[in-house]
């Protein structure tokens, strides 16, 4: 790796490489595989001498890469707009500022968390499955049976921030009645949604179904634990797109297993990439691998967002979006 460089842990799209080789004013290093992200003896050397590093929530970032990048680093650009995988204080006491992309995947992930919601509430994966092995079948009056959620079901939205009142829109356009937690619970824009503020424990005890839409801090980790979900009604569910540390997995697969769960939708899972074996052989958990984010126009928009960021802070002028925006 050349020195003063951006390294960017794996290559995004042609578009957004194209425009990075075009604005950043060093030159952009990447490591080669988009599917595999750099181990940790890769990401250290990717790092060294880098002053801007452009990387993915699969890298930790954290006082060990600070050290093997060098002083010289001034800038480090999250492709997400969760920032977990990062030291945010370890940089700001060498003053190096880190962002993140906020604002440009809010419709797309709330698009995967309702698609998420669905095909686990009316157990659309079972149904494929049923189908695909084979197994003869009949339209059956008791067949396949699933929550209705256009009629009177309650959303509870576990953090309104900008996903999450994403979410409320289309909860609302299909008629559910929600709740939710956070700061905008009580906003005009929450009110028009009809959306009524509660707390953790009034959410939990009154939905149909619970979606968590928060990002992980250090005092949150397992904030859906044994008791959490023992205070969820009889028969709910509870979808995850924000992040898998937020739920305690083996609480969650008890709740399932006996009975008091209905069903889960994981788009992110307590050890990613690894997912609980116990939840893999149900059939009312729907898993998928991390893909809230994963449509182009959105992917395009986080990268060059985080391109944007490296670009101005090497400039010499603000970032679009620090973290914490
Ligand atoms: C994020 O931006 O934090 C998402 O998890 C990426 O899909």
Redesign the pocket.
Known sequence: MSENHVFVTRPLSAKVMQEARRSLPVTLESHPSKHVPPNRKELLNGCRGASGLIVM?TDRVDEEVLDAAGPQLRVIAN?????DNIDVEAAARRGIVVT??PGV?DEA?ADLAFALLLATVRRLVEADRFVRAGNPWIWGPQSFVGLDISAGATLGIVGLGRTGMAVARRAHAFGMRILATGSRASSAEAAELDVVASDLEGLLEASDVVSLHCPLTADNRHMIGRAQLDSMKRGSFLIN???GPLVDEEALADALDNGHLAGAGLD?HEHEPQVNARLREMEKVVLLP?????AATTRDA?GALAVRNVTEVLSGREPVSPVGT
């Not at 492709?79 to 920032?83: E, L």
């Not at 991390?290 to 994963?294: D, E, Q, R, Y």
């Open positions: 929530l492709v997400a707009v969760g920032f993140n992309t995947l992930t797109t924000a992040r992110v991390h893909v809230g984010s994963a986080m």
